[in-house]
């Protein structure tokens, strides 16, 4: 089992240092989240505002070809599920599915946040489906 702990985020500020991690998402002054947390100076015109751990399957696909350059991923490149979590009432996220095969994935289907991880010093967020205790 891989200790997360020692592994690096791929990016600064993606989920908060709970023992139970969120991701970090943004607030707009109209409400409005988004997710990732911008850069720069539209940092400045954003709260930031930790995101449900819990979401339903919005869609998703299989990548079964290496993305382009500058394709960072695990190697060899192996097929990986991929998709969209809706957080309600927050944001759709796009995200990396774990623990799941193509064949157990239904739209609507209740999701999970989990840190997972990215290669061998870095680690990533995903969504996992979320089954009954």
Known sequence: MTDLSALT???AGLWTDASDP???????S?????FPFPDGDAAALVEPVALSR?????SWTTQSFEPKF?????????????????LPGEVIVETRIVDAEAA?????????FTVVPFNADRSTYAFRPERAP
């Open 54 to 58: 819990r979401g339903t399957l919005w």
């Open 104 to 112: 157990d994935l239904q739209i609507g289907m209740p999701m999970i």
């Open 30 to 34: 109209t409400g409005e989240i988004v």
């Open 22 to 28: 969120q991701l970090i998402g943004a607030r707009r």
């Open 70 to 86: 500058p394709y960072a991923g695990p190697q060899p490149f192996t097929p990986y599920l991929i998709g969209y979590v809706e």
């Open 9 to 11: 985020p791929i990016a």
